[in-house]
């Protein structure tokens, strides 16, 4: 039995963030593996592939299907990222 993990593991959103979030905040964003807890419920919990940006009082989260979370710049710096 042989599967696709190609197919499996693509996601249209892995190399940029989506269209809709790419025009309002998140132009040079970076992407990396964060571990969420209850900080981002729109997010989920767990180890997540995001695209992130830090701005003058926010932290700005994105998922690959484009659910944004914002969060103070304190529990930002918090979240474990993985780089």
Do not use: S
Request: with cysteine; aromatic share 12%; glycine share 4%.
């Amino acid at each position: 039995m042989t599967t696709n993990t190609h197919i499996i593991h693509h996601h249209p959103f892995i190399k940029r963030p989506p269209k809709k979030v790419r025009q309002t905040n998140f132009k040079n964003a970076q992407k990396t593996w964060v571990y969420l807890q209850d900080e981002a419920p729109v997010i989920g919990c767990g180890w997540r592939p995001i695209w992130f940006k830090r701005q003058r009082k926010w932290g700005y989260l994105c998922d690959m299907q484009g659910n944004i979370a914002r969060l103070k710049l304190a529990v930002f710096d918090q979240l474990k990222l993985q780089e």
